[in-house]
């Protein structure tokens, strides 16, 4: 069964902090994205990895870095929280195909920047 | 900016209703995938639909497509009340392999 793991589900941290959020997957998938999600806006894409060490800005990248040191792994850091980044903010990969490309999610990690 | 629009944005019917969702998309696509989200989880996905395709089924779901509108449906026939979710409309564009962009949803509420 694939699986994208979040290693966080909740988490509060205060303006100013470091964060990381980290997500692994165990389908030798070469794409990665990290995602935020909010209330009336949807889905919008943060940042996308589609090699290791690769990287590609989102829609939204401002306030946010990654890293992607390892195939399986996709960390998503944001250096200085503030209280606008609190959102749901979801880790997917998929595979490298150019077309038909089903994402699969992990579970979301839910961050609260107080 | 957002490829896709879900319409309606929320939707209640009762259990054994058909429930019928709309997206419309701004740009020439590869193709067009449903999602869905039981709350406060991740996305599943659901069925995919290629831009040369018109209709597909996959269980009680079925999907159309008109690339001449920009438009597809999402139909859900005989509803249950585990239907209950949000659904989301998901493309890649033409000139982007990589990346889904997805609408903002309609909220489906079934009612037992």
């Known amino acids: 069964d694939v699986k994208v793991t979040q290693s966080s589900r909740y988490l509060v941290k205060r303006t100013g902090e470091k964060v990381f959020l980290e997500c692994v997957q165990d389908?030798?998938?070469?794409?990665m994205f990290w995602y935020r999600q909010d209330p009336g806006l949807g889905l919008r894409l943060i940042y996308f990895s589609y090699d290791v060490k690769m990287k590609e800005k989102g829609d939204i990248p401002e306030g946010y870095s990654v890293s992607r040191e390892k195939k399986e792994r996709f960390s998503l850091i944001l250096e200085s929280a503030s209280t606008n980044q609190t959102s749901m903010y979801l880790c997917a990969s998929s595979q490298r195909r150019s077309s038909g490309n089903t994402i699969y999610f992990g579970e979301g990690s839910w961050l609260t920047v107080v | 900016s957002q490829q896709g629009e879900e319409d309606p944005q929320a939707l209640s019917i009762q259990e054994g209703e058909n429930a019928t969702m709309n997206c419309s998309y701004k740009?020439?696509?590869?193709?067009l995938q449903w999602y869905r989200q039981n709350s406060g989880r991740g996305l599943v996905h659901l069925i995919l639909i290629r831009s040369n395709e018109r209709e597909k089924h996959s269980g009680r779901l079925r999907v159309t497509l008109d690339t001449s509108k920009k438009s597809s449906s999402l139909l859900i026939t005989a509803s249950r009340a585990a239907d209950t979710a949000s659904y989301f409309c998901a493309s890649i564009s033409s000139g982007s392999a990589r990346q889904l962009t997805f609408g903002s949803g309609t909220q489906l509420t079934v009612l037992p």
């Open positions: 740009t020439s696509i590869n193709n």
């Open positions: 389908m030798d998938h070469e794409n």
